[in-house]
């Protein structure tokens, strides 16, 4: 366990090559999900011209994947330097995916190993925000099952979740302290079932807060 931890320390340490756009953040998310290949393979040709060997294969790979290529060998030489963990039993892979930037993100109970780990990756790391389909997996019943579906933008996917009662969301730095404190001054502790101290203990690790 201590060396799994020191692993994810490490990985999580890896800066995104999409960090390179930080200035043009709206537009590239607006040309994920607009799915504009044009505009995509701009920001793939940008990433290709870099000197950095990690930072230009992650070009390579939103380019591949736009003329319909997985890429999985590429992705699976370079995702730890873009700072995406290995996790335990493939929860996280390149078939999740497309054009370059994380699409799907496939949650699961605790039945599946390093589960919270894969959790608080998705809602701290950039490379989450770009997903536009979430999925909540059990085998609660014997076989794997989808329990819980939403499809739309990474915060709405987010937002929603709180209001399904799970709070682990509220550490993600999409949300604003204003946010987060107008949350907890709202906070209703029967409603929500969960004591207003253990829903600060949980906002405290947002770095926003």
Same mark, same amino acid.
């Given at each position: $366990?201590?060396?799994?931890?020191?692993? +994810?320390?490490?990985?999580?340490?890896?800066?995104?090559?999409? &960090?390179? +756009?930080?200035?043009?953040?709206?537009?590239?998310?607006?040309?994920?999900?607009?799915?504009?290949?044009?505009?995509?393979?701009?920001?793939?040709?940008?990433? !290709?011209?870099?000197?950095?060997?990690?930072?230009?294969?992650?070009?390579?790979?939103?380019r591949l994947q736009c003329q319909g290529l997985e890429a999985e060998d590429l992705f699976e030489?370079?995702?730890?330097?873009?700072?995406?963990?290995?996790?335990?039993?493939?929860? &996280?892979?390149?078939?999740?995916?497309?054009?370059?930037?994380?699409?799907?993100?496939?949650?699961?109970?605790?039945?599946?190993?390093?589960?919270?780990?894969?959790?608080?990756?998705?809602?701290?790391?950039? !490379?989450?925000?770009?997903?536009?389909?979430?999925?909540?997996?059990?085998?609660?019943?014997?076989?794997?099952? $989808? $329990? +819980?579906?939403?499809?739309? $933008?990474y915060k709405e996917i987010l937002s929603a979740l709180i209001q399904e009662a799970e709070f682990?969301?509220?550490?993600?730095?999409?949300?604003?302290?204003?946010?987060?404190q107008s949350f907890i001054d709202q906070h209703d502790e029967d409603d929500l079932g969960i004591?207003? !101290?253990?829903?600060?203990?949980?906002?405290?690790?947002?770095?926003?807060?």
């Amino acid at each position: $366990m201590t060396d799994r931890k020191k692993y +994810f320390d490490h990985i999580n340490a890896n800066q995104s090559p999409i &960090l390179q +756009f930080t200035d043009r953040f709206d537009q590239l998310l607006k040309a994920v999900k607009s799915n504009s290949i044009e505009d995509l393979l701009f920001y793939a040709g940008y990433l !290709e011209s870099s000197d950095t060997d990690s930072v230009k294969a992650r070009g390579t790979l939103i380019r591949l994947q736009c003329q319909g290529l997985e890429a999985e060998d590429l992705f699976e030489a370079y995702r730890e330097s873009w700072g995406i963990p290995i996790f335990h039993e493939n929860l &996280l892979t390149v078939s999740d995916f497309k054009n370059g930037f994380l699409w799907k993100f496939r949650d699961h109970t605790s039945s599946w190993g390093e589960d919270q780990e894969a959790r608080e990756w998705f809602y701290t790391n950039i !490379e989450a925000r770009f997903v536009r389909n979430y999925e909540f997996w059990s085998d609660d019943r014997g076989s794997e099952e $989808m $329990m +819980f579906g939403k499809y739309g $933008m990474y915060k709405e996917i987010l937002s929603a979740l709180i209001q399904e009662a799970e709070f682990g969301p509220l550490i993600s730095p999409v949300f604003t302290k204003e946010e987060l404190q107008s949350f907890i001054d709202q906070h209703d502790e029967d409603d929500l079932g969960i004591q207003k !101290e253990a829903l600060r203990d949980i906002i405290e690790q947002n770095i926003n807060w």
